[in-house]
T-cell receptor, first 115, second 111 residues
Framework: GAVVSQHPSRVICKSGTSVKIECRSL??????MFWYRQFPKQSLMLMAT?????????EQGVEKDKFLINHASLTLSTLTVTSAHPEDSSFYIC???????????FGQGTRLTVV | DAKTTQPPSMDCAEGRAANLPCNHS???????VYWYRQIHSQGPQYIIH???NNETNEMASLIITEDRKSSTLILPHATLRDTAVYYC????????????FGKGTLLTVNP
């Protein structure tokens, strides 16, 4: 299957700082990518849909000014957590749609810890 | 997308078949059944999908009832590495691929 790569896999940052997470589709072009968040012992919750060349679409309750999404190319989407706080500590996962296949593929996830 | 219901947990002996059920009684005619799994601290992995016919690939088999109101994912020879949370998701194929995850089934494969 197609490969989606996330970087970094783990990050620890201080409260008040910003953290950028990258999501790359390595062997296909992705016009649409998705960002999910998963808290411990909970399921994945969709945060936003990232569209290449246009603004992201955020799910209800997700602050667009706090979680900045940029999808500047067909192979790269970034999620920036601005002014991070301990409650933003979570597992962030991206997925990308391969137009040639029927399913979406997921990155390996990024464990964010805000101290 | 139609809602799905899965048991919260299941156990299986290594080497035996693991049969994971999923109820999707409100599924509509153009909705597919997708299965993903998530091994601890990793991103979800696609397993298989189907519309109404049974499907098989190198990972698993998917059995969908004739009325399409339920399905079963079968891992024919479970290994310890198959321990994961398995998600059954119903969605329209060809839509924007936004997936709504339920709580899934935690499958524990025991030695």
């Amino acid at each position: 299957g197609a490969v989606v790569s996330q970087h970094p896999s783990r990050v620890i940052c201080k409260s008040g700082t910003s953290v950028k997470i990258e999501c790359r589709s390595l062997d296909f072009q992705a016009t649409t990518m998705f960002w999910y968040r998963q808290f411990p012992k909970q399921s994945l919750m969709l945060m936003a849909t990232s569209n290449e060349g246009s603004k992201a679409t955020y799910e209800q309750g997700v602050e667009k000014d706090k979680f900045l999404i940029n999808h500047a190319s067909l192979t790269l989407s970034t999620l920036t957590v601005t002014s991070a706080h301990p409650e933003d500590s979570s597992f962030y996962i991206c997925s990308a749609r391969d137009l040639t296949q029927a399913e979406a593929f997921f990155g390996q996830g990024t464990r964010l810890t805000v101290v | 997308d139609a809602k799905t219901t899965q048991p919260p947990s299941m156990d299986c002996a290594e080497g035996r078949a693991a049969n994971l059920p999923c109820n999707h009684s409100t599924i509509s005619g153009n909705e597919y059944v997708y299965w993903y799994r998530q091994i601890h601290s990793q991103g979800p992995q696609y397993i298989i999908h189907g519309l109404k016919n049974n499907e098989t690939n190198e990972m698993a088999s998917l059995i969908i009832t004739e009325d399409r109101k339920s399905s079963t994912l079968i891992l024919p020879h479970a290994t310890l590495r198959d321990t994961a949370v398995y998600y059954c998701i119903v969605r329209v194929r060809g839509s924007n691929y936004k997936l709504t995850f339920g709580k899934g089934t935690l499958l524990t494969v025991n030695p």
